[in-house]
């Protein structure tokens, strides 16, 4: 039985509450990680070591009982290193092909700034065609796929800046953040025996998740909301601070997660409320900030945040007479 908008909270309700066992006191964050999940979008989660990047992952691949693979980004890897190699069979006298990390559901590619930039390109294939091409074979990933990046936005020495491109193709921008005291305390409390991973269990079965992915695209977004998002996204554009702005797949992937986070909160239509909560991860990693604004100390995420305080938001009835 196909699934409908109206019961997708509940699921991402039971997805959350199993999460929030591993990642304590980062409700927002996780939000955002089932948000990706459900607009079938790639993450890129910027933070500092230790605050719980790869448990975040592994969570999610246990909760979802999905495959799951860490790559460790260093300079002197390759390609094929991510990928996959063939290898020559004396006994069949063929080639055939072992598939490297990137063949898992949900991969962790863990500071994926140390890697060149032509290691780096291995991943651009997969994350927009969901297919991988090794010695001119196309190898398709399995479903879901997903790749959550990480990197350390503090050391840059030995990195390899992402390029825009690869950088487009990620959905959202996360970040974690240190937890407040009371929530490093239950950390430690909960890890005093064995740590909570090790006791999680799935509790969204594969088909389930399909459902959902499919259901979301159902959500009503009324033409209001739809101008609002592409103004905002060519606002970033025309900003004068701003070096080179968002692209259209911006403004889709806006879209699409303002439909995941109205169907989330059990809404059947998309409000300016989810665009503005969203804009921020969404854009601001699609942005270039020229360097005189840099020299100001001004980022992507404060223009963002200065485009939306500047834009009308859209009114009247955006629900399609809908009052679920």
């Known amino acids: 039985m196909e699934m409908t908008a109206i019961e997708v909270k509940p699921v991402t309700e039971r997805l959350t509450e199993n999460l929030e066992k591993v990642i304590v006191g980062k409700r927002a964050s996780v939000d955002m990680i089932i948000i990706g999940l459900l607009c079938q979008g ?10 719980g990047k790869t448990m975040l992952a ?12 860490r790559i460790q980004f260093t300079p002197d890897m390759l390609p094929s290193d991510v990928t996959g190699v063939s290898i020559f069979n004396q006994e069949t006298r063929q080639f055939e092909y072992r598939p490297g990390p990137l063949m898992a559901q949900i991969v962790l590619a863990d500071e ?13 294939e997969a994350m927009e065609e969901r297919q991988i091409t090794v010695d001119g074979i196309t190898h398709t990933l399995a479903q879901p796929f997903m790749v959550m990046a ?9 990195t390899f800046p992402l390029p825009e491109a690869q950088l487009d193709r990620f959905l959202l921008r996360v970040r974690l953040g240190y937890p407040s005291m009371n929530d ?6 909960q890890q005093r025996l064995r740590h909570p991973i090790l006791d999680l269990q799935a509790v969204l079965q594969l088909d389930e998740l399909q459902q959902i992915q499919e259901a979301i695209k159902e959500i009503y977004v009324a033409p209001p909301v739809n101008r609002y998002i592409v103004e905002l996204t060519r606002q970033t ?11 259209p797949r911006g403004s889709l992937g806006l879209y699409r997660a303002g439909q995941a986070r109205a169907a989330m909160l059990g809404r059947t239509y998309v409000l300016p409320d989810d665009i503005k909560a969203l804009a921020v991860p969404v854009l601001a990693h699609r942005m270039v900030v ?3 604004a840099r020299l100001r100390n001004l980022s992507s995420e ?11 938001v859209p009114g009247g009835d955006l629900t399609r007479g809908d009052r679920s």
Do not use: W
């Not at 490093?184 to 409390?189: G, H």
């Not at 554009?237 to 692209?247: A, K, P």
């Not at 404060?302 to 009308?312: G, H, P, S, T």
């Open 112 to 124: 994926i700034n140390r890697a060149t930039p032509k290691t780096q390109s291995a991943l651009l």
């Open 290 to 292: 020229s360097p005189a």
């Open 184 to 189: 490093e305390i239950r950390v430690l409390e």
């Open 58 to 69: 592994r969570s999610l691949a246990k909760s979802l009982g999905c495959s799951f693979s």
């Open 42 to 51: 790639h993450l890129l989660i910027e933070d500092v070591p230790g605050v």
């Open 237 to 247: 554009r025309e900003h004068s601070d701003i070096y080179l702005g968002s692209s």
């Open 302 to 312: 404060k223009i963002v945040q200065e485009i939306m305080n500047n834009l009308a």
């Open 150 to 158: 990480t990197q350390n936005p503090i050391e840059y020495e030995g």
